[in-house]
């Protein structure tokens, strides 16, 4: 910078000061007006928005797939997007060390590296230039953050437009533009400016492409309750599915039968004072997570059972067990397990039956048990699964599995004396309800949906 330059400099700075305002109190009154205008957005954000439900953290869960925040998912995927390049193989650290830091000491280094004395915007077009890519390849990057980079083997054509919108294009413009201002320093303004809107445009080109392209995948949330009521009906789900074949619907069995390896085994009422008065909630999950070999209860925890029951789950089963069979605690009013039907209303599988199934039947009539090959875990199963198919037929009354709900076994006909298939549920007994339910839905030919079923009822729906 020559003498005269620097002169100019500090005039305009001596003129600026002249024309300037005091740090205090004119600077400081407005952080506070700016620092107490985000206090209130938060205020706002906490109280109508929140946080979102999520389950508890649970350390021994090794099917959890850790995800960075929102405002990391660039460098996420930058990852992924880098991990695909065969010649420099997945060397971590490079990507999220190496590369991240260069970037952010080159941005450092920045007003030193480009000495110009001018603040005017078209002066400065070099650094405007790197800044503005630079937020460009990090939208378009946390855009394609939940997009597999990969799917399997032969050409995969979103996998490709992510790496020319994330490392190809940036990479070629970043290289281009620096040559442009150090190498070529003859370039116009126009060609710098021209390179950077050409290079966003097909970064952002690309990315849509990607999103275009890549394959739709159903995200599902596991439902959190929030609530005491919610807790209480999810640990009785959970009970009914994992614990009800060997304690029974109220845990008042002391022998199990009917259980393979563990017939005749004689266990403790789970349901009174001696287990529920002894043991505290975080002992009563200890035992569910970590079981007692000794008395042939297995682990129902992820830490010994990969296919087990999250920590959250749990404490739903001790919830239930704690507000429905410990009379030191009120029970509050629980939901019932499905809308009552009113006269001339259709039941359907998906809003009265399904509940039914998995509170009274799933635990025993699911995959990996002998349940004479009748799965109940499906729609379909129910109708068409088990050794004696159909067990339900649409519009017959006489059908096994509704007899035997009523109390009346299906005899063997090859062993006289002997049944084929026992009264269900062998623990417990349906109530009328139930039983109805079950009845109209067959009758009724069986609907799925509750449009189906609305448009077979006799009564009118509101």
């Known amino acids: 910078m020559n003498e005269e ?13 002249l024309k300037g305002e005091r ?44 995800r960075p925040e ?17 010649v420099l193989g997945k060397i971590e650290f490079i990507a999220t060390i190496i590369i991240p830091g260069i970037a952010m000491g080159l941005l450092v280094l920045l007003p030193f590296l480009d000495k110009t004395p001018y603040r005017y915007y078209t002066k400065r077009i070099f650094p405007i230039s790197i800044m503005s890519l630079l937020v460009v390849s990090m939208v378009t990057l946390t855009l394609m953050a939940d997009i597999p980079t990969t799917a399997g083997e032969g050409i995969y054509i979103p996998g490709i437009t992510q790496v020319i919108a994330g490392l190809i294009v940036p990479s070629a413009a970043f290289i281009i533009l620096t040559l442009m201002n150090f190498v070529f320093k003859t370039t116009s303004t126009k060609v710098m400016i021209w390179t950077t809107v050409v290079s966003a445009v097909l970064m952002i080109t690309f990315t849509g492409a990607t999103l275009a392209l890549a394959p739709v995948t ?67 999950a200890e035992v569910i997570a970590y079981g007692r070999p000794d008395a042939g209860m297995n682990p129902f925890g992820k830490a010994y059972n990969p296919e087990g029951l999250a920590k959250g789950e749990i404490d739903y089963i001790v919830t239930f067990m704690r507000y429905m069979w410990d009379d030191r605690f009120e029970r509050p009013v629980i939901k019932p397990l499905f809308p009552a039907l009113a006269a001339g ?55 096994p599995l509704l007899q035997v709900i009523q109390g009346t076994p299906i005899p063997d006909p090859d062993n006289p004396g002997q049944n084929l298939v026992g009264v269900m549920p062998p623990k417990s007994t349906l109530k009328a309800d139930v039983i109805d339910a079950w009845m109209r839905w067959v009758m009724a030919g069986m609907p799925r949906t509750a449009e189906e079923a609305a448009a077979l009822s006799t009564t009118p729906t509101p």
Not at 258 to 284: F, H, P, Q, R
Not at 360 to 378: F, I, Q
Request: hydrophobic share 40%.
């Open 218 to 284: 159903e995200k599902t949330e596991a439902a959190v309750a929030s609530t005491l009521e919610e807790r209480i009906v999810a640990g009785q789900d959970l009970y009914s599915v994992h614990c009800v074949e060997c304690h029974g619907e109220d845990g008042k069995v002391t022998t199990i039968e009917g259980v393979e390896g563990l017939e005749g085994k004689a266990v403790m009422a789970i349901n009174g004072k001696d287990v529920l008065y002894t043991l505290n909630d975080a002992t009563m």
């Open 345 to 399: 209303e259709v039941p359907s599988y998906d809003v009265h039956i399904a509940p039914i199934v998995k509170r009274y039947c799933v635990s025993c009539h699911r995959p990996g048990k002998d349940s004479n090959a009748y799965l109940m875990d499906t729609y379909e199963n129910i109708t068409t699964s088990g050794d004696n198919a159909p067990s339900i037929k649409a519009g017959d009354a006489n059908s």
């Open 23 to 66: 740090f205090w109190p004119d600077s400081i009154f407005k952080d506070v007006i700016m620092s107490f205008g985000i206090f209130l957005l938060l205020i706002l954000l906490a109280t109508f928005l929140g946080v979102h439900d999520s389950p508890k953290a649970d350390p021994s869960d090794t099917s959890y797939v850790p």
């Open 70 to 86: 929102w405002y990391f998912l660039f460098l996420f995927k930058f990852l992924a997007l880098y991990g695909q390049i065969p």
């Open 5 to 17: 330059s620097k002169k100019k400099i500090n005039e305009k700075y001596e003129r600026t000061l």
